[in-house]
Structures are given as structure tokens and as C-alpha cells.
């Protein structure tokens, strides 16, 4: 690039820089008019930013959602009501990581293991709950929600199990 070019480039911006700072308003109705006009170039350069300011964007996030609130819990309800298939899974993966520590394609391998069917009952279920023993955390295998449930209800107890089988076993 000659010199000539670079120089007028140089003074360029300045003058811009310069323009935008004595009329910042203005500035930003010209930023928008070219937004609107150039969708996809305006998202291109928005990436690039973010990428090349990570912290600067982040800052600039934080200001913005404590300076309104209301508006960004109304842009999360509308986000996560348009979404929902996206929601649950979302919900379903931080769910089997937090709890379990499981990722969604150990918990896929489990539900092939048993053939999509409960461990106890073996009744097929879109869902299959994660049994697991509460002292340790080592998982079991999976449940249907009513076995899983009827266990809780013994609280992992094999003796009170027991007992309830002999109470049933009685009443014949």
C-alpha cells in the first residue's frame, strides 16, 4: 500500500472518529441505517467484536441486564416459550451433569443397555428416571417414575423393602 493511500485512510478515520464524537447521536442513527441495510454484514462484524472483545462484551451484558431487568426477564420467557424442545433438553443435559454426573450419550447408552425398559417393572418409557444409591452415588440403572418413586418411598432400605414384601405376601 503506498503511503499516499495509507495517510488518506489515516486521516479518514480521525475525521470519522472526530464527526462521531461531536455527534454521537447521529452517529448512531447511521450505525442502525447501515445495520438495517447490510443485516448480514452487521452480524458478521458484531462476531468478529465479540470474539476480538470477550470481556468488553461481557461487561457490556452484565450493564445491560442490570440496567433492565424487566425487559431481559420478558426476552427469556419469550426465548425459552418459542424453545421448548430446546428447554427441555438443555434442562435434561444439566440435569444428568449435576445430579449424576452423567453426559446425555452415557444416559442414551444406558436406555439401549435395557432396551428402553424399566430395570424393575420392564415397562417401556419415554423417560427413563436414573436410580441411583444415595450414600454413594453409583448409579444403578434406570427406573420407570413409578418404580423409581415407590424406591425413594423406602428410602434405598432393603430390610423396610423386605418388610413391605412380607406385609403383601401376608394379605394373600
Partial sequence: MSRDLEKKRKTGREYQRKRRAENPE???QCDREWYAANPESGRKRSRKYRAEHPEKTRQA???YKAANPEKQRGSV????????ERIREYDR???LKRKYGLTLEEYDTLVTTQGGRCAICGREDELLS???DHADGVIRGLLCRLCN???GGFHDDPGLLQKAVEYLSAGK
Fill in 149 to 151: 418413586a415407590s424406591l
Fill in 26 to 28: 447521529k452517529a448512531r
Fill in 93 to 95: 443435559k444439566s440435569a
Fill in 130 to 132: 436414573v436410580d441411583h
Fill in 77 to 84: 420467557l419469550r426465548w425459552r416459550a418459542s424453545h421448548p
Fill in 61 to 63: 451484558i452484565r450493564k
